[in-house]
């Protein structure tokens, strides 16, 4: 069975950084993509950041030049660095892996930006 795990969510003040890392388990022949989403109470479920196996990564204008996501080389682990991090960044984060078989998903990570 494949699980994401997801660790690294917290409490900061508003510039600060904090990394997110998301591992798979159990077996799976091929990941075409992973990614991060965030949601807030309310609102849907939204893209912040993807990475495909070829490498390429795709982002939310509202995080672009302050996220990176970054991924081991064979896309079972994924890393998104958070930098000057805004109160607007709150959000329950989720790890998603993207496959031929489906899609899964973490159980989510709080993270939390006070001014």
């Known amino acids: 069975q494949v699980q994401l795990v997801e660790s690294g969510g917290g409490s900061v003040q508003a510039g600060e950084s904090l990394r997110l890392s998301c591992t798979v388990s159990?077996?799976?022949?091929?990941?075409?993509?992973m990614g991060w989403y965030r949601q807030v109470p309310g609102k849907q479920r939204e893209l912040v950041a993807s990475?495909?196996?070829?490498?390429?990564?795709n982002y939310a204008d509202s995080v672009k030049g302050r996220f990176t996501i970054a991924s081991s080389n064979a896309i079972n682990t994924v890393y998104l660095q958070m930098n000057s991090l805004k109160p607007e960044d709150t959000a329950v984060y989720y790890c998603?892996?993207?496959?031929?078989?489906?899609?899964?998903w973490g159980q989510g990570t709080q993270v939390t930006v006070s001014s």
């Open positions: 998603n892996l993207d496959s031929a078989v489906g899609d899964y």
């Open positions: 159990g077996f799976i022949y091929t990941i075409d993509a």
């Open positions: 990475i495909t196996k070829h490498g390429d990564t």
